[in-house]
């Protein structure tokens, strides 16, 4: 039985926006890929990520040329991961195999025809007034004793993609270091290409970059 994934994502720089939504893609393609099935990435302008493809043996198409190739979408699973977008652009993909969406913005937890995947934890008590992956909720939701007895892991990998153009590392670490998260867990950062300012070494606190 064939088996095609389909990630439509985002693969270019814009306002408010870097690489992320693509590098966590490329991650899980690599991974499904391993366990059998075969992996394509639709982009608007792939020239921003052609060399990476290209390492990594990967083909893009863009949206058209999905449409006219030889696409079975009832054996197929598309996987949306893009900065925002909406229902209608879900419309041509109603009878696919499963409909995957990171939702970054909480915006289709109603809706039964499609797996969603919040991005930021997706609990609202663990938020302030914007529901937007922004506000870091992963001190807050670690620092919950409800929940805390929950995780099983303590060792996190906290990764923005590329770049960080909002400077939401320093954020994020002051957030951990303020409630004293990293005395019982250990976070790895991992810097993009793009990431160029230096942090101040904290207990449990682990930078890594082009590894």
Do not use: W
């Not at 493809?53 to 863009?62: A, G, M, V």
């Not at 529901?131 to 099983?152: C, D, E, P, Y």
């Amino acid at each position: 039985m064939d088996n095609y994934i389909y990630f439509i994502t985002h693969a270019e720089p814009k306002k408010n926006i870097s690489f992320g939504h693509f590098f966590r893609c490329l991650e899980i393609a690599k991974f499904l890929r391993k366990k059998g099935f075969k992996c394509f990435f639709v982009l608007d302008n792939p020239n921003y990520v052609k060399e990476i493809l290209k390492k990594y043996k990967f083909q893009s198409l863009n949206l058209n040329k999905l449409f006219f190739k030889k696409f079975k979408i009832e054996k197929s699973i598309i996987i949306f991961d893009k900065f925002k977008y909406t229902k209608s652009q879900f419309k041509h993909f109603e009878l696919a195999k499963k409909i995957i969406i990171f939702d970054d913005f909480n915006k289709y937890n109603n809706s039964k025809k499609y797996l969603r995947i919040t991005t930021n934890l997706g609990y609202l008590k663990y938020s302030n007034n914007h529901v937007n992956s922004a506000n870091f909720r992963l001190s807050k939701f670690l620092n919950t004793k409800l929940n805390s007895k929950k995780i099983k892991k303590n060792n996190f990998l906290i990764f923005l993609g590329g770049s960080d153009i909002k400077n939401n590392f320093k954020k994020i670490i002051n957030l951990i270091t303020r409630e004293n998260i990293n005395k019982k867990f250990k976070f790895n950062f991992y810097l993009g290409r793009g990431i160029k300012s230096k942090y101040k070494n904290y207990k449990n606190f682990y930078f890594h970059k082009n590894n």
